[in-house]
């Protein structure tokens, strides 16, 4: 058996979140339906983790799976996945050791992305410098019992046309975090409240800016320190992305009709 981790990517609008959950379609269970078809393994045989865990609605770019599996061939399987996969791409691949957990990941980078409009992107951008650094994010999280402390190494924003992109990065983010503070951003950003708020929210004052919509969330990338992923031909994608592309400009064109 070879462990292989694999870099996924997919849109969560149609999906109950990553991790399993009984009667649910999820990420997980769409991974492992696709892996048990193509390599003819068990679930218990694979041994299916993920890096990180999303939210229903929230997207990926860079989540990874890591599995074991006798298939010899790495790039024959991805081909293989992606054409049975329903809403899952698989994008790149690592061997890995037996040992590997993808949960102990070096980097997990996000981004974040709203319509600009009504937003001062100064005050916008000085409320995020407030994030960086190691802060007790118990006011910006849903709160499960784990250790709140952490530490965001960088969060930038900028102006994309009429879009405020906003990306961040840490070794790791608690449930909700992300959503939680480009929730603050924006109310300092429209006025509703002072980075003065957001300082003593971080300071453990009881203030809680709301939670940012899902699906503009995607996690970009997880990153491991002296692991390098092979990317495959990736014209393996071409017929589901002018599918994809072609079903947004019949949607634009509708909504821009209307």
């Not at 019992?145 to 965001?152: E, L, Q």
């Not at 009881?206 to 491991?224: C, E, H, K, N, Q």
């Amino acid at each position: 058996m070879t462990r292989l981790a694999v870099k996924v990517a997919y849109l969560g609008e149609g999906f109950s979140g990553s991790q399993a959950q009984p009667g649910l379609r999820t990420v997980e269970g769409e991974i492992s339906s696709n892996l048990q078809t193509i390599c003819d393994s068990t679930a218990e045989e694979l041994d299916l983790k993920l890096a990180s865990r999303t939210d229903r609605g929230v997207n990926a770019l860079g989540n990874v799976a890591v599995f074991s599996t006798e298939f010899g061939d790495c790039e024959v399987l991805l081909k293989a996945l992606n054409a049975v996969s329903r809403g899952v791409y698989y994008r790149s691949y690592a061997r890995v050791p037996d040992d590997f957990n993808p949960r102990y990941a070096d980097v997990r980078k996000y981004r974040y992305v709203m319509p600009s409009e009504g937003i001062d992107s100064e005050r916008a951008r000085e409320c995020a410098s407030l994030f960086v650094g190691e802060h007790d994010f118990v006011r910006f999280c849903k709160y499960d019992n784990k250790p709140t402390t952490g530490k965001i190494e960088s969060a930038e924003i900028w102006k994309d046309g009429d879009i405020l992109v906003f990306d961040c990065s840490a070794r790791f983010f608690l449930w909700n975090q992300v959503r939680r503070m480009m929730s603050a951003i924006a109310s300092v950003g429209r006025g509703d409240a002072e980075t003065e708020d957001v300082v003593r929210a971080l300071n453990g004052d009881d203030i809680s800016f709301g939670v940012a919509r899902a699906d503009a969330l995607t996690l970009r990338d997880v990153v491991y320190e002296g692991l390098d992923f092979t990317v495959p031909d990736m014209a393996m994608f071409d017929s589901k992305v002018k599918e994809e592309m072609f079903r947004s400009r019949l949607r634009e064109s509708f909504f821009t009709s209307l």
